[in-house]
Nanobody, 124 residues
Framework: VQLQASGGGLVQAGGSLRISCAVS????????MGWFRQAPGKEREFVAA?????????YYADSVKGRFTISRDGAKNTVWLQMNSLIPEDTAVYYC?????????????????WGQGTQVTVSS
C-alpha cells in the first residue's frame, strides 16, 4: 500500500488550504483513512478520520472540529482534508494514514500504513 500526500504550503492565518492523499496498492474502499499532524518538538497527533466504503462516518479532534473537513472519493482513490480558518497552531507536517477496519480510530498505532507527509505553515 502506498500513500502519497500533497497540497501543503504557506497560508496566512484565517485562510484555507486543501491537502490530499492518493492511495494505491489495495482496494481503497477497504480503508479507514486518517490524517495526523506533527509540529516541531511535539508528538504526532490525530486530526481527522473517515470510515471506509461510503465514508459515512467522520471523526475530528476537538482542536479542528468545525474548521476542518475530511472527505474521500472511491473513484479517485483519494482522501482530502479541507482546512478553513487556519491558525498558526495548525502549522505542522500533515500525514495521511490507513487501516483496514470497520471503525475509525484516533490512535496513531492503529494505522499500519503511512504517507510521507506534507508541510502546512500558517503565518500570523
Amino acid at each position: 500500500v502506498q500513500l502519497q500526500a500533497s497540497g501543503g504550503g504557506l497560508v496566512q492565518a484565517g485562510g484555507s488550504l486543501r491537502i490530499s492523499c492518493a492511495v494505491s496498492g489495495r482496494t481503497f474502499n477497504m480503508f479507514v483513512m486518517g490524517w495526523f499532524r506533527q509540529a516541531p518538538g511535539k508528538e504526532r497527533e490525530f486530526v481527522a478520520a473517515i470510515s471506509g466504503w461510503n465514508g459515512g462516518t467522520t471523526y475530528y479532534a476537538d482542536s479542528v472540529k468545525g474548521r476542518f473537513t475530511i472527505s474521500r472519493d472511491g473513484a479517485k482513490n483519494t482522501v482530502w482534508l479541507q482546512m478553513n480558518s487556519l491558525i498558526p497552531e495548525d502549522t505542522a507536517v500533515y500525514y495521511c494514514a490507513a487501516r483496514v477496519s470497520a471503525t475509525s480510530s484516533p490512535v496513531r498505532n492503529d494505522y499500519p500504513y503511512w504517507g510521507q507527509g506534507t508541510q502546512v505553515t500558517v503565518s500570523s
